[in-house]
């Protein structure tokens, strides 16, 4: 928004807006919101009907949306879970549901077990409201599991590492050159192998097993060893060093923080406690640590390259979430009965308008938001040396190149890399 | 991710003519291509030479820091951190090839802060077997694992950043970002075929060879990895990196004295043991979860813990007892065995070339020195 009123830098200016817009990933945060809203609608009702519009939804954003980015392809992973969550409920209503319920639907040969098991019996009558009831709680708790699954495929990890905080700086850094790594120990395997080969050591089971681990993993630390090499000469790890006041407070917040934490935990668990202990504690001493959290990264001084911006279609992803959301709590307070479809008398799931509404809008990113880039027709990008997953949607610098020099691919350590000025 | 600041569009020519760039010392025990970085903490094992340069070079650096453009293979360059004018002392212990390294020092304010939220932690693990049987439990049990799922992760994030408050030693994070990724790799490989889990051998020994703190961070960050790596992001995900950081960290707690065969049978034992408790914690987190309520084997509020464990107890025998946790535990009991001596002298070598706990002394700098501001 301030980027307009400074047309003397037209790199930070918006481009001019054109429809459709020009192909780019959006914040992956804007993601995160706009799937947690979903989330959280899907958690609020419990019918089937709704539930379905929420999944349907998700999977069509998902689809018109994702990239062709590794990630992006873990959807359907996602939809098995859920499936199998579903399942797993059902299938354990049947076997040890304990035959609860009118509406009997079959009766298969009981099973008593021994004293020891809790006089469990298996089997026996299956009543309709049973399944029904594993049914629509296994499908709530699985929408919500899709819905997390829609932001893993459409969100960008690396750039998500990008908006750590400044303490988890470190962390992030190394999951960052983890996520690097990972695709060169294949490249590290293949070499070990074929030098395997050449000697004429083509054997197979245990001893070959040690012949390649021990050399990939020799080969992994040696390469981690000149990394840091290179981060230190590159003046990697100077923190600008926190003044002991700064030190001592984010102690303090954190220490608080964490006890508060400990005290609300009491207030969750015991029913007894006065409600003040309970969430309002727990999540206040949460905050107060993530206060803590927060003023202890600003020892690391850092500037970001190609900071992620959040712009109109941004905003709209996440608002639509949160509209979803917020629809759906309204409703809550007006009309809970097609929310929670009664199971006893068992009665058809009906839908009303406010809930339809609320998850109708969270479809619109599908429609209003630019296209993910595809790597099909890559744009000019400097060749880069094996690794590196990302394409030229990644925006980041860590994914990139980490060949001989290592620290290369490490944005977090240098600023100075020419090669990382790709597509602006 | 993000970049520090340069000072100018085009690279100095050399790191160690860069006016930002922290003076040339010699560090003589140290085989690695790259010297240590001594920390405010680590000063007192420091020798510093000339005092007044170095710190005057801590200022100047601050902001700046060394850009690139230096020759990719890292000149004997040592980052002086945050060092201070140290008095002279003579290094406290000379590692020797037995002991363990310490790659991740714990300082006492990390202690406490991980001592508090490993309790936290595991109360939110075992919350069913803490709610207390009232009538009233239930719809406060309904709202617990919900808040938990918000919680535990900024709990997971206030440890790590306490336990790199002091900045992470480049070589730490290195090594902790390169088994990550070869943990992360490690995973896929058994994924599915009856608990056949090969994330945690590696983390075991990586945790021995290198200390509690090294362990505990190196158990979040892998399975953070991998689950980037293979999209397994979910409200499970901080319970994993939470149950995975503690076999590191209890990896890395075992007693010091034993050494060859013995070493690796505790290994294994270990192995073993941490397969059946990493089963057991996200199992009783997701109990609750994964079979809802209105079942026999159900999570009951209303019933008391003991009751409840029993219940648990049962159907951890029906789900996963036996095929998953057991398959776990004889992958991590057969690779520590089979490959546990030549992995362990692997991540020794690589703790010895390292050299976490070699002090690091400053000489004066010579001509570049002298142009320092």
């Known amino acids: ?424 | 991710m993000t970049t520090t600041p340069r000072p100018g569009d085009t690279p100095p020519p050399a790191a160690a003519t860069d006016p930002g760039a922290p003076p040339p010392c010699d560090t003589p025990p140290v085989p690695a291509p790259a010297s240590d970085v001594t920390r405010g903490d680590a000063a007192p094992g420091s020798r510093a030479v000339g005092p007044d340069r170095t710190d005057g070079a801590t200022e100047a650096t601050g902001v700046t820091g060394a850009t690139s453009g230096g020759p990719a293979v890292a000149a004997p360059v040592a980052v002086p951190g945050a060092a201070r004018p140290a008095p002279v002392a003579p290094p406290k212990r000379q590692p020797t090839a037995r002991s363990r390294v310490t790659a991740l020092r714990v300082g006492p304010r990390a202690a406490v802060t991980l001592l508090v939220a490993s309790l936290l932690g595991l109360a939110m693990f075992c919350w069913p077997l803490l709610v207390p049987p009232q009538p009233q439990g239930v719809a406060h049990a309904a709202q617990a694992p919900m808040l938990f799922v918000v919680l535990l992760p900024i709990i997971l994030a206030v440890v790590l950043a306490e336990l790199t408050e002091g900045g992470l030693d480049p070589k730490t994070l290195a090594l902790l970002g390169v088994l990550a990724a070869l943990n992360a790799a490690l995973r896929p490989l058994g994924a599915g075929t009856a608990g056949i889990e090969t994330v945690f051998f590696l983390l075991i020994l990586a945790g021995r060879v290198f200390g509690p703190g090294f362990g505990f961070a190196l158990g979040a960050t892998s399975l953070f990895a991998s689950a980037l790596l293979t999209a397994g992001v979910g409200p499970w995900l901080p319970f994993q990196m939470m149950a995975a950081a503690w076999v590191g960290l209890g990896a890395g707690l075992l007693p010091r004295r034993p050494s060859g065969r013995a070493e690796i049978a505790m290994l294994a034992a270990y192995g073993a043991a941490s397969a059946y408790l990493f089963g057991f914690v996200m199992n009783l987190w997701f109990w609750p979860f994964a079979i809802g309520d209105g079942t026999q084997l159900s999570f009951d509020p209303e019933a008391g813990p003991m009751t409840n464990l029993h219940t648990f107890f049962l159907y951890t025998l029906a789900t996963s007892a036996f095929g998953w946790d057991t398959g776990r535990a004889i992958t991590n009991i057969i690779a520590i065995a089979v490959l546990g001596p030549a992995v362990l002298a692997t991540l020794r070598r690589a703790a010895r070339r390292a050299a976490f706990d070699t002090p690091v002394s400053f000489a004066a700098a010579e001509p570049q020195g002298a142009r320092r501001p």
């Open chain 1, 1 to 424: 928004m301030s980027g307009d009123r400074q047309p003397a830098r037209p790199g930070r200016r918006w481009p001019e807006p054109t429809w459709p817009p020009l192909a780019r990933s959006l914040h992956p945060g804007a993601w995160w919101l706009w799937a947690l809203g979903l989330a959280v609608a899907a958690s609020r009702t419990t019918n089937p009907l709704l539930l379905a519009m929420i999944l349907a939804v998700a999977a069509y954003v998902v689809v018109r949306r994702r990239g062709d980015a590794p990630w992006a392809l873990s959807f359907r992973m996602y939809l098995a879970l859920g499936a199998f969550i579903i399942v797993m409920r059902v299938a354990f209503r049947i076997v040890f549901g304990g035959g609860q319920g009118d509406t009997v639907l079959f009766t298969l040969p009981e099973i008593p077990l021994p004293e020891a098991a809790a006089g469990i019996r298996l089997f026996g009558e299956v009543a309709a409201e049973q399944l029904l009831g594993g049914f629509y709680d296994g499908l709530r708790l699985a929408t919500m599991v899709v819905c997390v699954g829609a932001a893993n495929s459409l969100a960008d990890p690396k750039r998500m590492l990008k908006a750590l905080p400044g303490a988890l700086y470190e962390v992030g850094a190394s999951v960052v050159v983890a996520l690097t790594v990972a695709p060169q120990l294949i490249e590290s395997v293949r070499r070990v192998r074929r030098a395997r080969r050449l000697r004429g050591a083509a054997g197979k089971g245990r001893r070959a097993l040690r012949g390649i681990i021990i050399p990939v993993l020799e080969d992994a630390l040696n390469r981690s060893l000149a990394l840091a090499a290179a981060m230190a000469s590159r003046g990697y790890g100077r923190t600008g060093g926190a003044d002991p006041r700064t030190r001592l407070i984010t102690g303090v917040l954190v220490v608080v923080g964490l006890v508060g934490v400990c005290g609300g935990l009491y207030g969750v668990l015991d029913a007894a406690a006065p409600a003040l202990l309970g969430a309002p504690l727990l999540l206040g001493g949460g905050a107060v640590a993530l206060a803590g959290l927060v003023l202890g990264g600003r020892r690391v001084r850092r500037t970001g390259y190609r900071p992620d911006r959040w712009r109109p279609a941004e905003l709209l992803t996440a608002g639509a979430g949160a509209t979803t959301a917020a629809l759906m709590f309204l409703t809550a307070g007006v009309d809970p009965d097609n929310l929670y479809p009664s199971l006893s008398p068992l009665s058809w799931p009906e839908l009303s308008l406010i809930p339809v509404l609320a998850v109708l809008a969270g479809v619109l990113p599908a429609f209003l938001t630019p296209e993910p880039p595809r790597t099909a027709a890559p744009p000019v990008a400097a060749p880069r040396p094996a690794g590196g997953a990302n394409g030229p949607g990644g925006a980041n610098g860590p994914g990139g190149a980490n060949g001989a020099g290592g620290a290369n691919g490490l944005g977090g350590a240098n600023g100075a890399e020419p090669r990382k000025e790709p597509v602006a």
